[in-house]
């Protein structure tokens, strides 16, 4: 169903998608008084923003996020104590397992790369470990741990930034898709939704797992394919851990009502779409780096997405308004293994009983970054997307820059590793 909420004529900016990285950047836009129009095709939070693990982690990141993920763990307090519901924040810190070599190996390259960036990362042996975390059982040698990294509900927390945007004058338009961007002079001068236009010399495409097919009425290459992830909750139960924990085969996170998210860590499922031909070359190297980790399906989706058109008739129904949330099933093989690692690592957890199971599409980006930057062939749009898995936690701080770059000030942090020239020549 179309909103009923008519969209204003104009606005300063346009935000398209209501994830973590639109509701941010909408709140960093409000904050200094620009008026910004927020447009989401379905709910807030429909897609990734409510459907990860919610771990807020520096660890195991890439060195050129690692700024712009400390920036935003300053951020998250400082919004946090403004949200009036629990959103689940706590820095319980993050731990990896080192459980097999390959694990070890990567854990202790990480601890190297932590010392340039002076963050308070240790690694923990065994007597430590079991210190820290007393019911943990299982063969490992160690853990790689960040005590100053965070954890929140991702729903509840994406809704409360879109709040304290609102509450700031930001408009936020649920069920409303934007079919197209529209040019005058190769500039942006708007968007059509299909409620009807908005006039705006500044879009932000914050799009998710849709922003590549959205640019493509525009003639821009974004390379960006999508995997699915699969999670289960548990009912409340005995606290057994504050840190989030990755290690061979289980994902968890303690959740705010008591009970834990679990997934099999880093198994991922991938529907085969005609992006994967068309990004075959730009992926080659993440997919051999990776492989062991996903697993390539042939669904309908690959027909879907092929009848799709790219050149969009701005009065028709579009894509985004046929599926207003994407919403895969979830992998319950994955996740009955994942339940028994849990069972295995801790004990006392193993009749805990779970109370959902869910998936979302994961966006990726060939090196795994995220692009944040002007998009130099269309003045006034600025593309954040690709956050590959990993931006609820940098939500705060990438928002922020989004802005920034909205505005046409100078981003608090240096976003050169964000180029989406880096991927494609734009
Ligand atoms: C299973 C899973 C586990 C994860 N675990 C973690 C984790 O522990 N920590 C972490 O930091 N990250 C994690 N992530 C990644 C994180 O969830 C995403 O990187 C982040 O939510 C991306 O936010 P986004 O706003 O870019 O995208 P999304 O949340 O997907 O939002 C994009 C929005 O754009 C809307 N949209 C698209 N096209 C249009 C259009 N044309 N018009 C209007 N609206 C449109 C969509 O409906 C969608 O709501 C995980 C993701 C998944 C799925």
């Not at 390959?102 to 202790?108: I, L, T």
Request: with cysteine; glycine share 10%.
């Amino acid at each position: 169903m179309p909103s009923t909420q008519a969209p204003p004529k104009s606005t300063d900016v346009v935000v398209i998608g209501g994830g973590i990285i639109g509701c941010a950047t909408a709140y960093y836009l409000s904050k200094q008084g620009v008026s910004v129009v927020l447009c989401e095709k379905g709910k807030i939070a429909g897609e990734q923003s409510s459907r990860n693990w919610g771990f807020i982690r520096k660890q195991g990141r890439d060195a050129a996020e690692l700024p712009l993920m400390i920036h935003s763990l300053e951020l998250w307090e400082a919004l946090v104590p403004q949200m009036p519901d629990d959103v689940g924040f706590h820095r319980g810190g993050t731990l990896y397992l080192s459980d097999d070599e390959k694990r070890y190996e990567s854990n202790q390259k990480w601890l190297a790369l932590s010392k340039d960036f002076d963050l308070d990362t240790r690694f923990l042996g065994l007597s430590e470990l079991s210190a820290l975390v007393p019911d943990l059982h299982g063969q490992t040698r160690g853990a790689l741990f960040t005590a100053s990294d965070a954890r929140a509900e991702p729903e509840k927390a994406t809704l409360g930034i879109a709040d304290l945007a609102r509450k700031q004058g930001a408009k936020i338009l649920e069920n409303t898709a934007v079919r197209g961007i529209e040019l005058c002079a190769g500039r942006v001068s708007g968007v059509v939704t299909e409620s009807g236009p908005i006039a705006t010399s500044t879009v932000v495409c914050a799009g998710g797992v849709w922003s590549s097919f959205f640019l493509r009425h525009l003639d821009l290459i974004f390379p960006q394919l999508k995997v699915i992830g699969s999670v289960m909750s548990t009912e409340p139960g005995p606290l057994v851990t504050q840190q989030s924990i990755w290690s061979n085969g289980l994902g968890m996170r303690r959740r705010s009502d008591g009970g834990y998210s679990i997934a099999y860590g880093g198994s991922f499922d991938c529907e085969v779409t005609p992006d994967h031909l068309r990004f075959f070359r730009q992926f080659i190297p993440a997919y051999k780096a990776g492989k062991e980790e996903v697993s390539l399906r042939f669904t309908t989706r690959f027909l879907t997405e092929l009848v799709r058109s790219t050149k969009p008739d701005f009065d028709k129904i579009s894509p985004y308004e046929r599926e207003r949330a994407l919403n895969p099933a979830p992998n319950l093989k994955l996740l009955a293994q994942a339940k028994n690692k849990l069972s295995e690592v801790f004990p006392p957890l193993k009749d805990i009983k779970i109370t959902n199971r869910w998936a979302g599409m994961i966006d990726a980006t060939p090196d795994e970054l995220p692009a944040i930057c002007e998009v130099p062939s269309v003045p006034g749009l600025i593309l954040s997307s690709g956050y590959s898995g990993h931006g609820f936690g940098i939500g705060p701080g990438a928002g922020k820059v989004t802005a920034e770059l909205a505005m046409g000030s100078k981003p608090t942090v240096n976003l050169d590793a964000f180029k989406l020239e880096r991927l494609v020549r734009a």
